[in-house]
Nanobody, 115 residues
Framework: QVQLVESGGGLVQAGGSLRLSCAAS????????MGWYRQAPGKQRELVSV???????NYADSVKGRFTISRDNAKNTFYLQMNSLKPEDTAVYYC?????????WGQGTQVTVSS
């Protein structure tokens, strides 16, 4: 089992920045990919960014050049740095970790960007 605890959401003005953190514990050795999803009101959950073993990353077109996923192996934590935030980035953000057996999810953290 892997447990994920998120932090770092909040309210920010358009153009501002936030950094989300996701602290992982448990059978972390089984994880081969980690990432972030978001879900805005009335919309489906969508992939924001993913990092797979080896460090390869991928981003949704809507966040490319503004968001950066990273990890700190020593802290068992991964991050989503969000810059130049837009009102349309407002959503609940979820971190996720995947093993060959299943996906694990954090509890979600609210990000609200005011115009």
């Amino acid at each position: 089992q892997v447990q994920l605890v998120e932090s770092g959401g909040g309210l920010v003005q358009a153009g501002g920045s936030l950094r989300l953190s996701c602290a992982a514990s448990g059978t972390i050795f089984s994880v081969n990919a980690m990432g972030w999803y978001r879900q805005a009101p009335g919309k489906q959950r969508e992939l924001v960014s993913v990092m797979v073993s080896g460090g390869r990353t991928n981003y949704a077109d809507s966040v490319k050049g503004r968001f950066t996923i990273s990890r700190d192996n020593a802290k068992n934590t991964f991050y989503l740095q969000m810059n130049s935030l837009k009102p349309e980035d407002t959503a609940v953000y979820y971190c996720t970790a995947s093993s060959s057996a299943r996906n694990y999810w954090g509890q979600g953290t609210q990000v609200t960007v005011s115009s």
